[in-house]
């Protein structure tokens, strides 16, 4: 395990060059302020708000294609 800002600071994960000190409720991992959103329950990270946005929703459509590989045009 190698920290990129190195003395145990804590950084985003999305922004591993941003220190910060504010966690995440959900996950409890570190969010820089531009990743960083109010919830009732406190912060969350863009990743926790995208995951309770999809558990709130039953239907749950993400990209509705999938990629085939085939021939480039
Ligand atoms: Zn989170
Ligand atoms: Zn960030």
Known sequence: ??????AGAPTCPR??????YVRCQ???R????E????APVGVLCVDC????????RPVRSR???TMTAG???
């Open 35 to 38: 990743c960083q959103r109010p």
């Open 63 to 65: 990209l509705g294609f």
């Open 1 to 6: 395990m190698t920290t990129p800002a190195g």
């Open 71 to 73: 021939p480039r045009s």
């Open 26 to 28: 959900r996950c409890e």
């Open 49 to 56: 708000l995208n995951e309770a946005k999809a558990q709130a």
């Open 30 to 33: 570190p969010a820089c302020p």
């Open 15 to 20: 922004h591993p060059d941003r220190v910060s």
